[in-house]
């Protein structure tokens, strides 16, 4: 079974850009959230989805936002890029949104904002 | 709010040594725990967990045990190998903050020599 896949793997962006980052679930995974990995403040959570809807959201400004789609792809989108936004962006999927079910990783897109 | 201390790190320990990495975790109700561990540029990866207090979760040598009384999940592994060399993190998730939302430490890195 395929893991968790996300696009681009790397990507250069500079200050007041917008990116777009993807995640493909494992199949048959309706559970996605993303995760903002920096050396200063560690791991921290971004939202998550279930059926296209979000379900949480953490502590991030408006230039944050993301979606799923109904077959359970999500993207995740920052505008005017700051400085700060330079991260490994992670995206976990699992099969229900309950403590329960493991969720499963992807490898990370690493965003650098120059 | 609900929060994971873990110990700082790097850890560094000779081959077949004992490994202990220390976990406490503050959270309203009956948290879930889990150990993940990250190897270098790869996402995280799902080591053990635990549901409920006095639960022992297991993986590839390592153990941790769900303490309620010491709000502990502390991490051990017997004999370490050089391909334990990783960072791991101790986290939980929790009804009250609804449980795809995985609050991680801080991280803590393990180096091992031959």
């Known amino acids: 079974k395929a893991g968790v896949t996300q696009t681009p793997r790397y990507l250069i962006k500079t200050r007041g850009q917008q990116v777009t980052l993807s995640c493909s679930p494992i199949?048959?995974?309706?559970?996605v959230s993303w995760y903002q990995q920096t050396p200063g403040q560690g791991l921290q959570f971004l939202f998550e989805y279930f059926s296209e809807t979000q379900r949480n959201k953490g502590n991030f400004p408006g230039r944050f936002s993301g979606r799923q789609f109904s077959n359970s792809r999500s993207e995740m989108n920052v505008s005017t890029l700051e400085l700060g936004d330079s991260a490994l962006y992670l995206c976990?999927?699992?099969?229900?949104?309950?403590?329960?079910?493991?969720?499963?990783f992807g490898p990370g897109t690493r965003l650098t904002v120059l | 709010g609900n929060s994971v201390t873990q110990m700082e790190g790097p850890v560094t320990l000779s081959e077949e040594a004992f490994l202990t990495i220390n976990c406490t975790y503050t959270a309203t109700g009956y948290p879930s725990l889990f150990w993940y561990v990250q190897y270098p540029g790869e996402g995280l990866q799902l080591l053990l967990k635990?549901?409920?207090?006095?639960d022992k979760g297991s993986n590839k040598g390592f153990e941790a045990t769900y303490r309620k009384e010491t709000t502990s999940f502390h991490l051990e592994k017997g004999s370490v190998q050089v391909s334990d060399s990783a960072v791991y993190f101790c986290?939980?998730?929790?009804?009250?903050?609804?449980?795809?939302?995985?609050?991680f430490g801080t991280g803590t890195r393990l180096l091992v020599s031959p």
């Open positions: 986290a939980l998730s929790a009804m009250n903050t609804g449980f795809q939302k995985l609050v």
């Open positions: 199949s048959g995974h309706r559970s």
């Open positions: 976990a999927s699992s099969l229900r949104p309950t403590g329960a079910d493991e969720q499963f």
């Open positions: 635990a549901t409920k207090a006095d």
